[in-house]
């Protein structure tokens, strides 16, 4: 089971359990699903399906979800709301994730070049939290620099996991980009040959960044995109991932036939085959949001439905003009019905991945 491979057994996990993780789940073929949280109702309908599911699960931020976490009315031209959002729901997942008793892998997800300033101010605080607990505050970050010239993506990420190797913390990187649109990275009108990434570019990011730490991971195209499009628009190659992962051993003569961990995005809408085989040659994380945002829509739109003559006035329903309405219009209520709709689909995100069980 993975935890016997960790010295953490539970909660926001770090350094070499992240690394232990990604390495048993190549192992025994799964993937962890990374779920975008934007609040401490999406964090926790999260984990509630890791626990029941006896699953790891990571969690992630983005800019905007960050920012949300903060506050809408807080301003952002700084990058202030996503920095301060982001630093509050991670020590907010640091505090609830060992009641779940499961181990989480604390995350940031996009930061494109115009978005630096953020990855900058979250490290800032991971080297404050260094200081003070001998771990840095995330257990990893993304940096994506896809949409520029390959050198100054892969030097630029080097530059990033300088900083983050003295505190054993975890970088994911892209090369090659992921189509569609999200969190304001608009790339529907990319060019398709852009989204399939090269053996080449695979071997140059591991040849540059494994000198300076083991603690990377490479979200590597073929033909991701972002959203949910009708079967058949999207042509996805996982097959392009063995190659990738032949292409490495060769070069580096090593005896492993997975030496790079691969990650998954673009993931909502695809089928169980492709997750299967895209996990078969290496990818330990698939990152999952459309759907979630969608499933956890369902539930309070069909509470809403349901219920909507118990929720026009505070007072008077159908059984009583003097009948108060309060145990139905009370957020706890609704806002739980979009937790367990949410919680129920990262379920079926547990068990595509193979991760359900893991535990």
């Known amino acids: 089971m993975a935890q016997s491979v960790l010295s953490r057994k539970n909660g926001v996990i770090v350094g070499s359990d992240v690394l232990k993780l990604f390495k048993y789940a190549q192992e025994k073929k799964f993937a962890i699903p990374a779920i975008n949280v934007t609040s401490s109702s999406t964090v926790v309908a999260s984990l509630e ?3 029941d599911n006896k699953s790891p699960i990571i969690l992630q931020m983005s800019q905007g979800g960050a920012a949300y976490f903060a506050g809408k009315g807080v301003a952002n031209g700084e990058q202030q709301a996503s920095i301060a959002g982001a630093v509050a729901g991670a020590l907010y997942i640091r505090s609830i994730a060992p009641s779940y008793g499961i ?52 030097s630029t990420t080097a530059k990033y996991l300088k900083r983050a190797a003295p505190m054993k913390q975890w970088l994911e990187m892209e090369i090659g980009i992921t189509g569609g649109e999200e969190d304001g990275v608009n790339n529907e009108d990319v060019d398709n040959n852009s989204l399939y990434t090269q053996p080449e570019d695979i ?54 036939d997975k030496p790079v961990f691969l990650v998954f995005h673009g993931g909502s809408g695809s089928s169980k085959k492709e997750y299967t085989d895209a996990i078969s040659y290496g990818v330990v994380k698939v990152n999952l949001d459309t759907d979630l945002q969608y499933a956890y829509l369902t539930g309070i739109r069909d509470y809403v439905l349901n219920k909507k003559d118990y929720i026009m006035s505070q007072v008077g329903n159908p059984e009583g003009e003097d009948k108060p309405n309060k145990k139905y219009f009370d957020p706890r209520v609704w806002v739980r019905e979009g937790e367990k709709t949410m919680s129920a689909r990262v379920a079926e995100g547990l068990k595509d991945f193979n991760t359900a069980g893991q535990l």
Request: aromatic share 12%.
């Open 49 to 51: 399906a890791a626990r």
């Open 203 to 256: 071997y140059n990011i591991y040849h540059t960044l494994s000198p300076i730490s083991p603690y990377f991971s490479i979200a590597a195209g073929f033909g991701n995109v972002h959203g949910v499009y009708k079967p058949g628009n999207v042509k996805l190659h996982p097959e392009l991932l063995e190659k990738h992962q032949a292409y490495v051993k060769e070069k580096i003569n090593a005896k492993d």
């Open 103 to 154: 181990p989480v892998v604390l995350h940031t997800d996009h930061c494109a070049k115009k978005l630096l300033p953020w990855l900058d101010g979250m490290m800032d605080a991971d080297e404050k939290y260094f200081k003070e607990h001998g771990e840095p505050l995330f257990s990893s970050h993304m940096i994506d620099l896809s949409e520029e010239e390959v050198d100054w993506n892969i």
